[in-house]
């Protein structure tokens, strides 16, 4: 331990950067591994019943080990307390709650509330980012399917099996004939593709999450974990941005050296062997601000 206790912020890092561990609320020196977490469901998931619910189901051929792990991770800003466990976790976003598990071989998202596109985008884009980063096969093959469960007041509302439609099979209907009707055999409710994927909160074209730029809300978020001192946490909420676009590579390469000098600092902060009147966090802050302003 005595020869390797001075790199565990490197160790950190690297866990970090494969979505095996997130910070812990506030502190900085905490952190949590959520594959080492119990199995037990927690009392937050037990509870869960809302009266109105829509399901998004994963179904791969194989589910990959470990992927709700690093989703739990790349999520970690918006899970709720007391709201994960070793299988999956809860979620909040814009007043909206989704509980995502690791169903075998089936990933599976239920989403409560009515403004669920946010929501959805965001948990897709998450999903689509650890496929293409850590299982170039499935997103290349893409071997999984997309089902969507019917959004009718019926089907919401019930706790049996409801009506369910695989999204690439609306979205091939969708692009052949963007009028084409369905009909739910529970309801008997008849309505286009455009608004049942308009009700999901599903976008009407392929996996969501190409050519996506950093908006002013999102910008203001990490500027504010920067004036609150939460500076590891504004550098992993900005490698989330980041990650899944090819055009902010430059920039991503940027941020894995401030990434590098803040580890440093931590290293000599948790050492006690920071100099008088070192000024390194506030100079790493502002590089962090000028990289914000170039996106």
Known sequence: YENYKYRIN?????????????????????????????NDLPDAVKKWSPEKQITISYKYEYLPKG????????????????????????????NV????????????????????????????????EIHKNFYKGIHQKKS????????????????AVTQKYPYDWLINKYEKKPGWTLRCNESGKEFGISELLNNVGFPKNRIPGKNKKINDAIKSEIQKSIADGKTRTAIDQLFLELRSDK?????????????????????KEINDTLTPGDNSKNMINQSLLRLLDEV
């Open 67 to 94: 992927i709700i792990n690093q989703l739990t991770c790349l999520l970690f800003d918006k899970l709720e307390e007391g709201g994960v466990w070793k299988n999956g976790c809860i979620i909040s976003f814009d």
């Open 10 to 38: 490197i160790v950190l890092e690297l866990m970090r950067q494969f979505r095996l561990c997130y910070q812990q609320g506030i502190n900085e020196n905490e952190f949590i591994i959520p594959s080492l977490l119990p």
């Open 97 to 128: 709650r989704a509980l995502i598990q690791e169903k075998n071989p089936n990933l599976e998202i239920k989403i409560e509330g009515n403004n669920r596109r946010g929501i959805i985008a965001y948990v897709l884009d998450k999903i689509e």
């Open 247 to 267: 055009a902010f590579d430059d920039i991503e390469k940027q941020l894995v050296m401030i990434s590098g000098r803040f580890s440093l600092y931590k290293e």
């Open 144 to 159: 999984y399917d997309i089902v969507l469960e019917c959004p009718c007041d019926e089907c919401v509302s019930s706790k």
